[in-house]
């Protein structure tokens, strides 16, 4: 529970998205702003790409009397009437108080918390339709996983989003299978969240307070009136080229307690922490990281070598995470939090990641055979990291610092076999 106090107003929150997590995550959302009246307005606007659909006649609601059966609806008014999306997150009861709404600017409109769940190539684009139509002081929490890497840089999606936005964005990763989520299946979560100084209540004497502070609600007390402060550090240290203005004192502030509240459940519990870098770095690299576990499941090594590669592998992400956002990255993410080793774990015991290398390795086929004859049209998400983050690192002459992750880039090209893992990582 926040012990926030009363406040005149209330926070309203969209979901940008409504794929099978969107939805996941709307469900929680909107369960939340029911059960927390004095913080939240009740209902949950959910933004859905618009497109026609059919009930399946496997699905509960099929009716062959019925014209949402026999006739092709969108997707917005199945959902809006059955209170369940029934072509992304099929069997699953939404809360009534879930908006389904085809335009992207009404959904946004008047809310002051935002969060995003969709692919990350739809960002720019999304972000270009919601300018001028969002409140100027709301807050955003990404649920988008991974990093874009290029030769150049490693941006994060949260900051690309308040970048385009001119608002500030967190993020949520972590070892969360959608259904499983959905299912209302005991799980975990990370939010990670570094309150930018203005929204404090309080004066400061810092200019920059509460910087990487694991588990503070607010910036630190003391004498300078942060709100009239516009600039804040980004994930790197270094002023971020967004200009923010403060939420209004007659909003409960977005801090820890506020966004553990809007996102905890009995059966999805959520830590929350400063280190949006960190648990941004996990959902990316842990791919990587997963693929070679495949690789030695495929060769039938046994679970001693996959230990032995989640071990390393955990290593370099800490390493990595240290060596280029040293400002912002806590080792205790990636060893402690869900965004984490729980992340990596779930993802070298059953994900996709995984399944496709160990088949490529027991079928004597490329993993990219795999992934077309597996995954529907799907994107392997470790085959394009492994090759970001290799040209990320040889652009920098840091290849060779990161064995276990420039191992798999080497596999994947060709340049080595699976079996030659363990010389290339000692």
Known sequence: MAT????????????????????????IVAENTKEHPHLFEPDVQMWVYEEETTI????????PSSEYSTKT????????????????????????????????????????????????????????????HILPYARGVSCIKGVHVSSSDVNLFSESIGEKLGIYCGALSGANIASEVAQEKFSETTVAYDPPPMDSRNPSRDPTPGRNTPKGSTPQAS??????????????????????IAQPPDLPPVDHNL?????????????????VAGVSLGGALKNIVALAAGFVSGLGWGDNAKAAIMRIGLLEMVKFGKMFFSNSVHTATFT?????????????????????????????????????????????????????????????????????????????????????????IQ
């Open 259 to 275: 966004l553990r509240t809007l996102f905890h459940r009995p059966y999805f519990h959520v830590r929350v922490v400063s280190d």
């Open 56 to 63: 399946p006649k496997a699905s509960k609601h099929y009716d």
């Open 336 to 424: 402690e939090e869900s965004a984490g080793v729980a992340d990596l774990i779930t993802s070298c015991s059953g994900g996709r990641n995984y399944r496709c290398a160990k088949m490529s390795v027991e079928r004597k086929i490329s993993i990219e055979q795999v992934e077309k004859e597996e995954l529907n049209g799907q994107m392997l998400q470790g085959l394009s990291t492994a090759k970001e983050v290799y040209g990320f690192l040889e652009a920098r002459g840091k290849a060779e610092e990161f064995p276990l992750l420039t191992a798999v880039y080497r596999i994947l090209q060709g340049e080595a076999k699976v079996g030659d893992l363990p010389d290339l």
């Open 4 to 27: 926030l106090g009363v406040h005149e107003k209330k926070h309203k929150v969209t979901v940008v998205g409504s794929g099978n997590w969107g939805s996941a995550i709307a469900k």
């Open 223 to 244: 004498q300078l009136d942060l709100t009239q402060v516009t600039e804040h550090k980004d994930t790197k240290g270094l002023t971020s080229k967004v200009r923010l």
């Open 73 to 132: 609806q969108k997707l917005t008014t199945l959902i809006n009437h059955f209170h369940e999306n029934v072509k992304y997150l099929p069997d699953i009861a939404l809360p009534t108080n879930i908006i389904a709404n085809p335009s992207l600017q009404e959904s946004v409109e008047g809310s002051s918390i935002l969060v995003f769940n969709l692919p990350h190539q739809f960002i720019g684009g999304l972000c270009d339709q919601m300018k001028g």
